[in-house]
């Protein structure tokens, strides 16, 4: 741990519940994210990392314990219920106008839509609709930020092409960099390399962790490799069935136990250049 | 193998948007088009001369075009309103076609997608099967006064039932929900129409012929019933053009960018529909053009719905201006109902624009 700080956390989460149809999704979490941090969030399907996520970037209300009703699927606010447990830099992220909020938190979609007929420049642009006046267009800044984005992540020679015609590991790229145009210091990323290749996906995490330091952005990420999540985390936050059910530094949630207890996967944990390396092995 | 989709005058630094060269093109449409719709007709007027003549309508311009006065009076009270309607029901049904089609990212939605059609259709048929009895022969000529009214209260009607049908499926309005509801809208208003007609077989060429529709107006009263609203539509859905770019990316998505997409989408559906209402209530149901116009448009000069939107408004406007002179000068003296002109000619048109929109992809 990095030891008490005076700095106030980038993300601070305090007994988090959500409700779907009943069933709680996410049940009491507690979660804390310190500026420059990299956190990411495992679990088996279903355990509710997609959905803290969308939650922390402000995509579910979080003012409470955050209900859904019967079989519609809107959010309700549960009245009367103090500050939000969701806090951006201290700031209660429900305090936040979505605009506001846009230029705080930046959200990689898992399998973001990809709009037909768009181009790179464009798509990387839309980045900057926090900052663009609602009847306005945007100005030389915004432009200047985005070529600006577009030259750090390698991607000016494809600002003309269809976004649709890119490889993935270049999408994946360009998703990357509208995010990073919003000018948002936390990034969250949900399964930011579950569509690509070993190469592509070291490509962009390595890429990521690169802007992490050069930027000094915070990233709260969810993903399934567990061997590549512990390589590139400061800590991972194991979520099963709506609960925290460990966190800590890699060495400390990648035990064979754990893994066996909330994936119910046999597991062997080597030691790795980078942190353990999490091995399947045939039951 | 490389796919270049910005042609023209896009350059990779440069962010998509309405090039001037295109808008340009767009008002020489207009142009071309009035001027067209005022020379054309069962008496043919020398183009140079119809031009001179609308210049003189500016307020302190006093040219001699070499007309007669009567030929003036065909110019000003019969074929300059005809062709002005022309442009402002072709550039509403074209703007919200491309509005609807941005708003539910759905290439085929057209303005008649939420119930516009089944609202103004079953208002209008209650109107004609009710009219008092003893209608003259002719089926254009005998439609009730009242027709434009019930269309637009039909029109706006169906639109609202729509949404509250699809509000009641939930808060979580998504843009499918809403296009269902449409569908079952429709289908009960069609359903009702139907059996008036069942009922009462005299009207149902009257009805057809509204619905097939038409341009034939009262001089200046259509315009200037068409006018505010075709205004409010053009300037709310123009203002906030951008945010259908945005919502290109989906709700979630939107929603992170800082976007309200159900507030966007709520307004721009609304002024869509009341633009189509009005277009519907003075010229009947009017297909093709919100379809074809956005989509040889979004072909030929991009895909931000920051150009689709103000190009589809000039070009629909230009397109049915120019399909009513050959509505009314193909068969003439007859007229041929527009709606069968805009898909007669619509179609071949738009697969001209597809093939060569092709070539320049690949």
């Known amino acids: 741990m990095t030891g008490p700080t005076p700095t106030v956390p980038a993300v601070e989460v305090r007994d988090l519940w959500v409700r779907l149809g009943g069933a709680p999704i996410l049940a009491g979490v507690d979660l804390t994210v310190a500026p420059g941090e990299w956190v990411t969030v495992i679990g088996p399907n279903g355990a509710g990392k997609s959905t803290l996520l969308r939650v922390v970037g402000g995509l579910l209300p979080s ?26 830099y201290g700031t209660p992220i429900d305090r936040l106008r979505r605009r506001e909020r846009a230029r705080v938190v930046a959200t990689v979609a ?19 609709t926090p900052f663009i006046p609602a009847l306005g267009r945007e100005s030389a800044a915004d432009l200047a930020v985005v070529h600006d984005v577009l030259d750090r992540l390698d991607l000016a020679r494809f600002a003309g092409r269809e976004l649709a015609t890119l490889s993935g590991g270049e999408r994946q790229r360009v998703f990357l960099a509208r995010a990073l145009a919003q000018g948002a ?65 890699p060495r400390e949630v990648l035990t064979e136990d754990l893994l066996a207890t909330h994936y119910r996967a046999r597991v062997r944990v080597v030691d790795g250049e980078h942190g353990p390396i999490v091995v399947p092995v045939r039951r | 193998m490389q796919k270049t989709i910005r042609r023209g005058p896009s350059l990779p630094g440069r962010p998509a948007g309405l090039r001037p060269g295109w808008l340009a093109g767009g008002i020489l449409a207009v142009l071309v088009a009035l001027v067209a719709g ?12 119809v031009a001179v003549e609308l210049l003189n309508l500016i307020p302190g311009v006093r040219l001699d075009s070499g007309l007669t006065e009567r030929e003036i009076a065909i110019v000003t009270e019969l074929r300059l309103p005809r062709a002005v309607l022309g442009l402002l029901v072709g550039g509403l049904l074209a703007l919200a076609g491309g ?5 539910f990212r759905n290439p085929l939605a057209d303005p008649h997608l939420l119930g516009v059609a089944a609202g103004a259709g079953l208002a209008v048929t209650v109107v004609i099967v009710l009219r ?13 006064v009242t027709v434009p009214l019930a269309a637009f209260v039909g029109a706006t009607g169906a639109v609202l039932m729509t949404y509250l049908l699809g509000a009641a499926g939930g808060r979580d309005r998504s843009p499918a929900t809403l296009i269902l509801a449409g569908v079952a809208v429709s289908a009960f208003l069609a359903a009702g129409q139907t059996y008036l007609l069942q009922q009462d077989a005299e009207s149902i060429q009257q009805v057809y012929s509204w619905l097939l529709g038409r341009l034939a107006t009262a001089g200046w009263h259509d315009v200037l019933l068409v006018l505010p609203y075709a205004a409010l539509t053009a300037v709310v859905v123009l203002l906030h053009r951008r945010e259908l770019d945005v919502l290109s990316v989906g709700d979630q998505e939107a929603a992170s960018l800082g976007l309200h997409p159900q507030r966007s989408r709520l307004l721009l559906v609304a002024a869509a529909s009341l633009g189509t209402a009005a277009a ?11 379809i074809i116009v956005p989509h040889a448009v979004r072909l030929l000069a991009g895909s931000s719905y ?10 629909g406007g230009a397109f049915l201006t120019l399909t009513d002179v050959v509505a009314r000068t193909a068969a003439a003296p007859a007229e041929i109902p527009i709606g069968v002109v805009t898909a007669f000619f619509g179609a071949p048109f738009f697969v001209l624009v597809l093939r060569s929109a092709k070539r320049v992809l690949t």
């Open chain 2, 99 to 103: 509005c609807y089609q941005g708003v």
């Open chain 2, 38 to 49: 005022v020379a054309f007709g069962p008496v043919s007027l020398p183009p140079g001369s």
């Open chain 2, 306 to 315: 920051r150009s689709i939107l103000p190009l589809a408004m000039l070009f």
């Open chain 1, 110 to 128: 898992q399998s973001p839509v990809v709009p037909p007929g768009m181009a790179v420049l464009d798509y990387v642009l839309l980045g900057r």
């Open chain 2, 280 to 290: 519907v209530s003075v010229s009947g149901l009017i297909g093709f053009v919100g």
């Open chain 2, 132 to 144: 008092p009895a003893g209608g003259d022969g002719d089926p254009l000529a005998g439609l009730p």
């Open chain 1, 63 to 88: 003012s409470g314990p955050v209900r859904l009703r019967g079989t519609s699927t809107g959010p309700v606010r549960v009245p009367g219920t103090p500050t939000g447990p969701v806090r951006l």
């Open chain 1, 185 to 249: 210091t936390l990034l969250l990323l949900d399964e930011p390399t579950s569509a690509l290749d070993i190469g592509h996906q070291q490509e962009v995490l390595e890429l990521v962790d690169q802007l992490r330091a050069d930027a000094g952005l915070t990233v709260l990420a969810t993903m399934h490799d567990l061997s590549v999540a512990g390589e590139y985390a400061d800590r991972l936050v194991l979520l099963a069935g709506g609960k925290v059910v460990a966190a800590g530094k």
